[in-house]
């Protein structure tokens, strides 16, 4: 059964870091995407970040790039999100997904983890 879990949110300030882990199994992360999304609060999801299961190609929504960094560590099939320089607006819920294109559109992915929340408040 394909299987995606999230962990590592929490409560930060700004300008402090966060390390989201996305641990998949069930399906060979190599013949697959992985995207990170977001959803803050009467907000629609959002690409933030995606990369190819095979870690050779990624990408990055425009208000993270430069201060976000996508990673997957295949023998442990899973994925990171490295948050630095984080701001208020980051505040969501953080969600990955399996995927068949690495695009910031949700339609692109089929599998879902439960999430996971980042607050960034003072």
């Known amino acids: 059964q394909t299987q995606l879990v999230e962990s590592g949110g929490g409560l930060v300030q700004p300008g402090e870091s966060l390390r989201l882990s996305c641990a998949t199994s069930?399906?060979?992360?190599?013949?697959?995407?992985v995207g990170w999304f977001r959803q803050a609060p009467g907000k629609e999801r959002e690409g933030v970040s995606c990369?190819?299961?095979?870690?050779?190609?990624?990408n990055y929504a425009d208000s993270v790039k430069g201060r976000f960094t996508i990673s997957v560590d295949h023998a442990k099939n899973t994925v990171f999100l490295q948050m630095n320089s984080l701001k208020p607006e980051d505040t969501a819920v953080y969600y990955c997904?399996?995927?068949?294109?690495?695009?910031?559109?949700?339609?692109?992915?089929?599998?879902w983890g439960q999430g996971t929340q980042v607050t960034v408040s003072s």
């Open positions: 997904a399996r995927g068949s294109h690495c695009s910031g559109y949700v339609e692109d992915y089929s599998h």
């Open positions: 069930g399906f060979i992360l190599d013949y697959y995407v």
């Open positions: 990369i190819a299961g095979t870690g050779v190609h990624s």
